[in-house]
């Protein structure tokens, strides 16, 4: 007998009509008919037995941990990523939402990448790359004499495979792509989602810079450089260029602004080298190779008689945080790279929902100022909490190895689990 089969003495989450559709249709297990093998409820008892497991090689008890993970779970207090609730408990489960792949400028790089974005896609994951290092359309190649055909065309590659295989098998995967404000192919990129149904499985991301924005409040003409020799290829006129990203982000919803210099400014390991990408999302920036698991606290579920309930919150923020960082114990990782960059900082990504319904509770507007406050308390409160949290667990698990050569001992963090927390 499936031990995560359907259990008519279980508690039900509180899941809406529209839940449960959508859990039928991808997350629950199915036998090899087809046939439903586990409800809502068996789906978190699996999820919450898999991911507590991990906790033995620490010498904690994972009994304990099950059950704390499955009450967080039954009352929507947290969820974790797709991945997770997939594929939990399966011997090869992969249980990551995040993943950044490098692509360098040759054809070995670039088929490489797209053969792992299969192989990631296929298990739930999704990806995000920088093609900002592939020379411009209609340089040569020396190889063979000829001209490329720049970084968009291989983006279109990479979105036409994507549309072959579905995330999981359940749905179509995500990418995330970036190419910096001074590729001499930005034009084309920023404007690439004007064309219906091109790059669709893309979120496109122009990676600008502090010295755009000086040339745009300058007035000065802005260089744009080849990537492969470095050398200024013609200016642009900076004013154009963000005109340009403003009309198509209105028409398409597409690009975004990735402000690289900020993401490096706060890289909480710049001596493993610049961050130049994200997740498909955006909200986790990560460094080649690197994987994240992310996981969501409701809000909605915190709140207290004439406001929110700080201490239980408190509480769900701490094994929240134990939670993700078994995810990368359980994790059955695709490629040994991503398992090694991932190992060595063990970043996690905690976020929150349910904040609109938290603030309709609490009879606070949205916009106002009241509501700002406390959006901006709870976020700190979330970051404060996650990080000692993490601290906690770098005491007794030990700290992500490249602990020492990040930030975090000059901010006076001894000991620290996961790289990032939020």
Known sequence: MNRFAVNSRSITPAFSESARIVLRERYLRRDEAGRLIEDAHGMLRRVASAIAAPARMFGEDAVFWEERFLQRLERLEFLPNSPTLMNAGHPSGQLAACFVLPIEDDLDSIFAALSRTARIHQTGGGTGFSFSALRPGKDRVRSTGGITSGPISFMELFDHATAVIRQGGRRRGANMAVLRIDHPDIEEFIDAKRTPGRLENFNLSVGVTRSFFAALNARKPFVLRNPRTGLAVRSADP????????????????????????????????????????????????????????????????????????????????????????????????FPEIEACTRRTRKIGLGVMGLAELLARLGIAYDSDEGLALGGRIAKFLTDGARAASAELGEKRGSFPALYGSIWPEQGFATLRNASVT
């Open 239 to 334: 004013q154009s260029l963000f005109d340009a990203i403003v009309e198509a982000a209105w028409a398409t919803g597409d690009p975004g602004l990735l402000f690289l210099d900020e993401i490096n400014r706060t890289n909480p390991t710049p001596a493993l080298g610049a961050i130049e990408a994200t997740n498909p999302c955006g909200e986790q920036p990560l460094l080649p190779y690197e994987s994240c698991t992310l996981g969501s606290i409701n809000l909605a579920a915190f709140v207290a008689e004439g406001g929110v309930d700080w201490e239980r919150l408190g509480g769900a923020i701490r094994d929240s945080v134990v939670f993700l960082d078994n995810v990368i114990e359980a994790n059955c990782y695709p």
